[in-house]
C-alpha cells in the first residue's frame, strides 16, 4: 500500500461545472503528480508539485489547476469541465533518491 | 531529453506461453529503470526495478535485465497465466535536474486460457 488515496474515484459532471479532485499521501514524499490516462494517449501529465505551494504545468495543463497548500495533500480542478476531460486522473508521488513511483487508484470523471 | 520507447500492443498470447516485451531507452548517465503494470480499474504499481547496469529485476515471475549496451530493458516471463492480463509500462525516475518521471505508452497483454 503506497498511502496514496484519491476522492472521489467515480464522478459524473455537467459541462461547465467546476470540479476538484484530492490526492491525499500519507508518506510525506515531496514531489506529487497528476496525470490523465486515455486510450492510444499512455500517462499524460497535467500539473506536478516539487514542494508545498511549489508547482508546474505539464504538457497538457490547460484547462486544470492545482494547489498545495500542505505536503500531504494535492488538489487538482477543473475550472470549467468540458467532455474532453472525461478521463481516468491519477495522483502519484515519489520521494528523493532512488525514485519509486506510488500510484493511486484513480478517479474516474465523465464530463456530460 | 530522456525518452522511453515500448512496443506497441496489444500483445496476445496463450496461457503458458513465453512473453517478451520491449523498452529501450535514451538518458543521460546510467539512471535506475522501473518496469510498472496496471490491472484493470486499477493505478500503476511497481513490478521490478534494477538500479544499475547488468542488474536483474525479477518479480511475480518476471525479470528484466539492464542492459547499457544496449540501453534496454526488456520484460520477460517464462510462462504468462491469465491473471497476468494487464498493461505494462517501462520507466525512467526523474533526473538530471528534471522532477518528472519518463514512461513509456504501456504495452496490453491479453491472455486466453
Known amino acids: 500500500d503506497a498511502g496514496i488515496t484519491q476522492s472521489p474515484r467515480h464522478k459524473v459532471t455537467e459541462t461547465g461545472t467546476p470540479v476538484t479532485l484530492r490526492c491525499h499521501q500519507t508518506e510525506n514524499h515531496r514531489y506529487m503528480y497528476w496525470y490523465r490516462q486515455d486510450p492510444g494517449h499512455g500517462l499524460r501529465l497535467i500539473h506536478y508539485?516539487?514542494?508545498?505551494?511549489?508547482?508546474d504545468k505539464g504538457e497538457v495543463s490547460d484547462g486544470y489547476s492545482v494547489s498545495r497548500s500542505k505536503t500531504e495533500d494535492f488538489l487538482l480542478t477543473l475550472e470549467s469541465a468540458t467532455s474532453s476531460q472525461t478521463s481516468v486522473y491519477f495522483c502519484a508521488a515519489t520521494g528523493t533518491g532512488i525514485n519509486t513511483i506510488y500510484f493511486g487508484e484513480g478517479s474516474w470523471l465523465t464530463v456530460v | 531529453g530522456d525518452s522511453v520507447t515500448q512496443m506497441e500492443g496489444p500483445v496476445t498470447l496463450s496461457e503458458e506461453a513465453f512473453l517478451t516485451i520491449n523498452c529501450t531507452y535514451t538518458?543521460?548517465?546510467?539512471?535506475?529503470l522501473f518496469w510498472y503494470v496496471q490491472y484493470p480499474g486499477e493505478g500503476l504499481q511497481l513490478l521490478l526495478k534494477a538500479t544499475k547496469a547488468d542488474d536483474k529485476g525479477s518479480n511475480k515471475g518476471f525479470e528484466a535485465t539492464y542492459r547499457k549496451e544496449t540501453t534496454s530493458f526488456h520484460l520477460e516471463k517464462g510462462s504468462v497465466q491469465v491473471s497476468d492480463s494487464a498493461v505494462y509500462f517501462c520507466?525512467?525516475?526523474?533526473?538530471?535536474?528534471?522532477?518528472?518521471?519518463?514512461f513509456g505508452r504501456g504495452t496490453s497483454l491479453i491472455v486466453h486460457p
Open positions: 508539485s516539487y514542494g508545498v505551494k511549489d508547482t
Open positions: 520507466a525512467l525516475p526523474s533526473g538530471g535536474g528534471s522532477y518528472i518521471p519518463t
Open positions: 538518458a543521460t548517465g546510467y539512471p535506475s
